[in-house]
């Protein structure tokens, strides 16, 4: 064979094993992510709300502790009102505006902080009783989930529970501080005199994360019904640093610098950080801090930068050392019930370390080799492609977008008929009649991406798989910022 030929066969040969990329509307997914929230949505709603399917649900929340804790999200598919992963939520909502507003257009950017709102107008409430009281959560878990009933419906009890001071609450109070310190700066524009209280709550509910110090599920009364739901199995240290950092975002006040200087080895910032996500902030915080390396050359602060750099090496498998795991058709996976929240956040640092590096004009150093920021981006678009189609199920995992998506997603509201269809409430016992039936959910849950394949990308589905079709606002809020990314950027689309 001629070399011409050889080589013309050879290149032919490559392109036919290149996985067939589908092209993907990152704003109609964008829209949609944001969507997904009304859907989600705990408390009296509003004119404006278009998830229209929903409607007005408990409304007499935090009545047993004579207090007002209408609102907030429901954060899956049940009827219960978690604050710890509620607050990562707005938190990661809020970075999406700070960091990838600018990619949004301004209906995307205005629905983006309509929903960040929501979030943080309940956070309000969750510590308006600081410094004696902090609330922890409304709905009681396993009475909620013995039962299959839309939220309009829900006899189940609405039992609102609190820590009072001297117990300790650092990580639900740390991420509430951080939701908080966040979305004073999301607001700081749109609206100041709102972004102000924010922030002066933030400090506030800093000073009771780091004066009770201590995890808020060690607390007997309160481990009984978060746990196992959302127990913070990764402790409490990881959220004072990530509530520092953000206050040191919105602030810019040293004492925030230097509690970080002090505390990042004791506190574990160099341990365990290829995680991220409503448990462990450990990645997050090593990424945002490094943002002030990179822009203000802030060394005191450059460990943090350093391991933020060890995790983001990682996911080359060009490097040496330790990497991250991917599924065969191209996802980012790590051991957990609900998948598609750790590639989701992971996601969201990968695109945000991407950014700083490209505003401060380096490169990724992994030992002898460097890698330009767009290396890390490619990987990213390779998980939002996966997640909308571009997988070997060629399922959307979004629900709503696109033409195949699953339609029998473990959602509550979404499986039940409406209350606008059918005004008459669904007992607990017939809901599960609902639960078993093999009819596609009546109300389209649009956005929502739901908790996704297996290790081997397989996806099986159902109802009844809640680890595989279950939605939840944390896999939602870093999708944000990430389809904001590439909806603007057309070199990757």
């Known amino acids: 064979m001629k070399p011409s030929i050889y080589f013309v066969t050879v290149f032919i040969l490559i392109l036919l094993l290149l996985p067939t990329a589908i092209p993907h509307d990152y704003s109609d997914a964008l829209r949609k992510s944001i969507l997904f929230f009304e859907g989600q949505r705990s408390g009296r709603l509003p004119k404006q709300q278009r998830m229209t399917w929903r409607s007005n649900s408990a409304l007499n929340d935090g009545r047993n502790l004579k207090t007002d804790l209408v609102g907030g999200y429901y954060d899956a598919g049940d009827n219960v009102k978690f604050h710890?992963?509620?607050?990562?939520?707005?938190?990661?909502l809020a970075w999406s505006s700070i960091d990838f507003g600018r990619y949004m257009s301004q209906n995307d950017f205005r629905h983006n902080l309509v929903a960040l709102k929501w979030a943080t107008d309940y956070l309000l409430k969750t510590v308006s009783q600081l410094?004696?009281?902090?609330?922890?959560?409304?709905?009681?878990?396993?009475?909620?989930?013995?039962?299959?009933?839309?939220?309009?419906?829900?006899?189940?009890?609405?039992?609102?529970?609190?820590?009072?001071?001297?117990?300790?609450?650092?990580?639900?109070?740390?991420?509430?501080?951080?939701a908080l310190a966040a979305a004073s700066i999301a607001f700081k524009q749109a609206n100041p005199k709102y972004s102000t209280i924010l922030l002066n709550k933030a400090v506030q509910t800093f000073q009771y994360a780091d004066s009770h110090r201590g995890s808020y599920t060690d607390n007997p009364g309160v481990k009984q019904v978060v746990c196992p739901f959302y127990c913070s199995v990764n402790g409490y240290k990881d959220e004072l640093l990530w509530g520092a950092a953000w206050l040191r975002r919105a602030t810019g006040e040293d004492y925030y610098l230097t509690y970080l200087v002090n505390n990042g080895q004791a506190f574990g910032a160099n341990f365990n950080y290829f995680e991220f996500g409503w448990d462990n902030k450990v990645g997050g915080v090593n990424v945002l801090v490094a943002k002030e390396v990179f822009e203000k050359n802030v060394t005191t602060l450059a460990a943090y930068k350093d391991t933020a750099e060890k995790m983001m090496c990682a996911f080359l498998p060009e490097t040496n050392g330790p990497h991250m795991t991917y599924t065969p058709g191209g996802l980012i996976y790590k051991h957990g019930s609900s998948q598609l929240q750790n590639t989701a956040a992971l996601s969201f640092l990968l695109l945000t370390y991407a950014d700083y590096l490209t505003t401060s004009s380096q490169q990724l150093n992994c030992?002898?080799?460097?890698?330009?920021?767009?290396?890390?981006?490619?990987?990213?678009?390779?998980?939002?492609?996966?997640?909308?189609?571009?997988?070997?199920?060629?399922?959307?995992?979004?629900?709503?977008?696109?033409?195949?998506?699953?339609?029998?997603?473990h959602h509550r509201g979404s499986s039940i008929p409406s209350f606008t269809v059918h005004p008459t409430a669904f007992g607990c016992s017939a809901g599960w009649n609902i639960f078993a039936s093999p009819n596609p959910n009546p109300n389209i849950l649009i956005g929502a991406v739901i908790g996704g394949p297996d290790v081997d990308d397989k996806f099986i589905g159902g109802r009844t798989n809640a680890s595989e079709t279950e939605p939840t606002t944390y896999i939602n809020a870093p999708f944000v910022g990430v389809f904001a990314y590439f909806k603007s950027n057309p070199k990757f689309s």
């Open 84 to 92: 710890f992963p509620m607050a990562f939520t707005a938190t990661m």
């Open 131 to 178: 410094p004696d009281r902090i609330f922890v959560q409304v709905g009681e878990a396993q009475a909620d989930h013995d039962c299959w009933e839309r939220p309009e419906d829900m006899d189940t009890p609405r039992t609102a529970f609190a820590l009072d001071a001297p117990y300790p609450a650092s990580d639900l109070a740390g991420e509430i501080a951080a």
């Open 367 to 409: 030992g002898n080799l460097k890698f330009q920021p767009d290396s890390l981006r490619r990987i990213v678009k390779r998980q939002v492609d996966y997640v909308l189609g571009d997988n070997p199920m060629k399922l959307s995992y979004m629900i709503g977008y696109g033409e195949q998506y699953p339609r029998l997603i």
